[in-house]
């Protein structure tokens, strides 16, 4: 299964370096149908084709966005404290750049579910 984790910040001061350091939580919208045997998800619908034959209109953000707000389970990443390092004066000879760098934390969480008749029976 495929998470998405988007991070959207700003800062006054020209910034050389952003650390965060955040955990990755898995969201459901509705409980998850079984029916035995072993289940992959979205592997019919991916976010991107890897086959090479998508279009412009296909890989634009905004419909990857909204490809992925669509499904039963999303992922946040929510990051409390970003760390931005100022960026040094600009020399002649240097040419400036930005390092991302992300610390993304995956705890255990549950998945909720509805249990098929021969669960029940076992467990009732």
Known sequence: ???LAVYQ???SRPASRLFVDGTLDLNQRSLLWTNGGFLTFYE????????????YD?????????LYNQRNFTTRFDVPYPAWT????????TTPHFVLEMLVRNIH????????LAEMLKFA
């Open 9 to 11: 910040g700003s800062t």
């Open 1 to 3: 299964m495929e998470g």
């Open 86 to 93: 100022v960026q040094p004066p600009v020399t002649i000879d």
């Open 58 to 66: 296909e890989v634009t953000p905004q419909k990857i966005l909204d």
């Open 109 to 116: 969480q549950s998945v909720e579910y509805v249990p098929n």
């Open 44 to 55: 019919d619908e991916p976010l991107l084709d890897t086959n090479g034959y998508s279009s």
